[in-house]
């Protein structure tokens, strides 16, 4: 998913869930900041004071960059949680060990990842890890089939976005691709780079598109964007009002049909290719409370002047110089971009260290 989703979707859900607006904000934002986390390592103040934070995202989609693309660490826990064929702890699926790994929606393994959220919502970073976790939440259903490792299970082809004619999805390889590209495109992307749903490019991921493909093993597949993502979104709802309450295990409702109703119909209008452009339209129907709530303007800046990070640490960079010395301010240990790398911190020792080893699942 893009930051149409990630940013103004979960914000939209969280609102509707009981949050006020700081609050929804703060999560909408580590939803999204997951896909622009793309730094790691330590800082060095120049008191002395040293922070080491985590990365969730590379600097660029290439996927020339092998090395990058393998990191486990970063595509398991929060892009392609692995779904263990929807079996429970203890269990194992037939055939292989890619079978764990496939992503699947609403899972057990994604069940205990909320859990693990909820229980320990009491923390300072308790919103943002919760933001992380409806963003990694919110990829089950957008990456449903794909596993995020260099596996045949993601060699998908025959891709047709009902749209797009095959000559022209060839076009649109060859510009991404450069002089790499030859005629047989997508053949040569499944079967040099398959990595989570790189064939697919950026289909899984736009909510207005309606798909098919062949899979790694020869199945057709057909994907309804708006569908699956609204079902994300409804999820996600009784999530959110579950943390509020405390108890993973609350009865809730999740979106009313009037709430799912705006949210697809929202999905399915709005059609630009760029998740920006698409994300403009989103934050305009805010401004309209079109979604039930009073109007509101939703912000975020992914670094730079008016960032979190340039609050936390006080640089506008895009990436930072591994001898850089920065500012100490007392005010860092209670920053939002604190929070965020806390959280990340604590997200991914959970899903590797403690969730997925109850699925037999050793992989990162």
Known sequence: MQIDFHLCVTYIVSRIAGFG????????????????????GTLIFDNGAMYTRTSSAHKTLDYRNFNELANRHVWLPFHFLPGNKGKKAGESPEGSFIEKLICRPGSFIAKDMIHACITNRNTQYGLHRLGITMH?????WAHEGFAGVN?????????????????AFALKLKCFFGDIFDAAACRF???????????????????????NYIDGIGNMVLRDNPSSFTEAAHEMCKVLQR???????????????????????MMTV???????????????????????FPPVTLNYIPKGKGSWKHEAIGTDKTTDAEDEKYPYSPSFLGSDWKFFHDALIAHRFSIINEILPRYGICAA
């Not at 596996?151 to 000559?167: C, E, G, L």
């Not at 499944?190 to 909510?207: F, M, V, Y």
């Open 189 to 211: 992307v499944c079967d040099i780079l398959p990595l989570g749903h790189g064939a697919a490019l950026s289909l899984p991921d736009k909510p207005y598109l309606k798909w």
């Open 136 to 140: 990694v939440y919110a990829d089950t």
């Open 151 to 167: 596996h045949r299970v993601n060699a998908i082809t025959r891709i047709d976005d009902r749209k797009t004619s095959d000559a």
């Open 270 to 292: 709005i059609t630009d290719e760029n998740g920006d452009e698409r994300c403009k339209k989103w934050i305009e129907a805010l401004k309209e409370g079109y979604f039930g």
């Open 243 to 265: 943390f509020r309450a405390g108890n993973p295990d609350a009865d809730v409702s999740g979106l009313s049909d009037a709430d799912r109703d705006r949210i697809m119909r």
């Open 21 to 40: 607006h700081r609050e929804a904000e703060t999560v909408a934002r580590c939803a999204q900041y997951v896909d622009d986390a793309t730094n790691s």
